[in-house]
């Protein structure tokens, strides 16, 4: 059975940094691809980074800002996000496949 367990949200003020985390079990995250998306109250969700092997790809809105990487021994993958906004205050989730973790508040206000 696949698992995403999403974790490391919460309040952070405008231009401070959070690290989210994706606890993956029953896929092996070197093998597959893993994406971060994230939903704000009233938004659709949107996708946000992709890292599949060496590749990373990220949404413009925060390209410059967030990295995404994975720790093979660990089979996690993380999202580094830096010079946080007030707009990207959103529940994030990650995914592979079609499993979705739980997600995890980012919330950024001063």
Request: hydrophobic share 30%.
């Amino acid at each position: 059975q696949v698992q995403l367990v999403e974790s490391g949200g919460g309040l952070v003020q405008p231009g401070g940094s959070l690290r989210l985390s994706c606890a993956v079990s029953g896929l092996t995250v070197s093998s597959y691809a893993v994406t971060w998306h994230r939903q704000a109250p009233g938004k659709e969700r949107e996708w946000v980074a992709t890292g599949y092997g060496s590749t990373t790809d990220y949404a413009d809105s925060v390209k410059g800002r967030f990295t995404i990487s994975r720790d093979n021994a660990k089979n996690t993958v993380y999202l580094q996000m830096n010079n946080l906004k007030p707009e990207d205050t959103a529940v994030y989730y990650c995914r592979s496949l079609m499993y979705w973790g739980q997600g995890t508040q980012v919330t950024v206000s001063s």
